[in-house]
């Protein structure tokens, strides 16, 4: 009788770092001049952002601060 030879089960957090440093090197990556001017763009956008809820939600106050008397 053959004897079937034991096949070891892939360790499943080894297979995901692996799988994991072979994805990160096929990215793209930014120069860190784009990076910078990316990172500046959000913070802008972020800021931009923040004013206009700032205000909605001031304006919301104020209407439902008239309306509540």
Avoid: C, H, Y
């Avoid at 860190?32 to 909605?56: C, D, E, N, P, Y």
């Amino acid at each position: 009788m053959a004897v079937k030879a034991k096949k070891k089960k892939p360790n499943a957090i080894q297979a995901f770092f692996r799988e994991t440093i072979i994805e990160l090197g096929k990215v793209s990556w930014p120069t860190w001049t784009k990076a910078r001017q990316l990172s500046g763009l959000v913070i802008l956008v972020m800021i931009f952002v923040g004013i206009i809820l700032g205000l909605t939600d001031g304006a919301a106050r104020g209407l439902l601060a008239l309306l509540i008397g």
